[in-house]
């Protein structure tokens, strides 16, 4: 059964900082690895998909890599800003289905 | 892409009741899915719903609590059954922009459960 784990829980940082919020994954027959953004109050809005034979992706200052071997997904937020405040969800796909086991979420607080 | 929207947007109920969500997509999917985010939690798959089939629950879901609809290609309902304070969450459904995996998938704004 897959599960996902994501750490920090929690992360409180300065304007402009550099970050990376980890996510882990107990089954490697992962088919994708998608990150999403949750704003308080709403539902989720997609920021990265990576594909089982893609190793990162990138959208301006957001990058997603994908470590199947090791179980691990990292998303690197670049010099971020207060509007990144949210919490963040990764997800992965299996192969046989199209659903989404989610991990724990890291809920970000940017401050100015 | 696909937008997806979702009634009601929230709703306070009294234990004992039922309440019916509806979520409408703008294109033709073939699988829809519902989600319960309880409290400080993250999403968990709560059943897929096929056009034309039953729905297939996950471990700990059950046909009897969140009975499932899916008349058509673009709309699905999930009703909460008999509620208790328990099934406070927000729900939330979702497709799929490719089948297969190939696109991301796309989530409603959901609905915001408080049961009394």
């Known amino acids: 059964k897959q599960e996902v784990t994501q750490i920090p829980a929690a992360l409180s940082v300065p304007e402009g900082e550099n970050l990376v919020l980890n996510c882990s994954f107990t089954?490697?027959?992962?088919?994708?690895l998608q990150w999403f953004r949750q704003d308080p109050g709403k539902g989720l809005t997609s920021l990265l998909l990576i594909q089982s034979s893609q190793r990162e992706q990138t959208s301006g200052r957001l990058n997603a890599s994908l470590d199947k071997s090791s179980g691990r997904s990292t998303l690197y937020i670049a010099a971020s800003q207060p509007g990144d405040s949210a919490t963040y969800l990764c997800?992965?796909?299996?192969?046989?289905?199209?659903?989404?086991?989610f991990g724990t979420g890291t809920r970000l607080q940017v401050f100015p | 892409s696909a937008v997806i929207s979702q009634k009601p947007s929230r709703d306070i109920c009294q234990r004992g009741t039922s309440l019916t969500i509806q979520c409408q997509v703008d294109s033709q999917v073939t699988m829809m899915f519902w989600y319960r985010q309880q409290p400080g939690q993250s999403l968990t798959l709560i059943a897929t719903a096929n056009q034309g089939s039953e729905a297939t629950y996950e471990s700990g879901f059950v046909i009897d609590k969140f009975p499932i609809s899916r008349p058509n290609l673009t709309f699905s309902t999930l009703t909460v059954s008999n509620m208790s304070p328990e099934d406070s969450s927000i729900y939330l459904c979702s497709v799929n922009g490719a089948a297969g995996g190939a696109d991301t998938q796309y989530f409603g704004p959901g609905t915001r459960l408080t049961v009394l």
């Open positions: 997800a992965g796909g299996g192969w046989d289905t199209d659903k989404l086991i």
């Open positions: 089954d490697s027959a992962i088919y994708n």
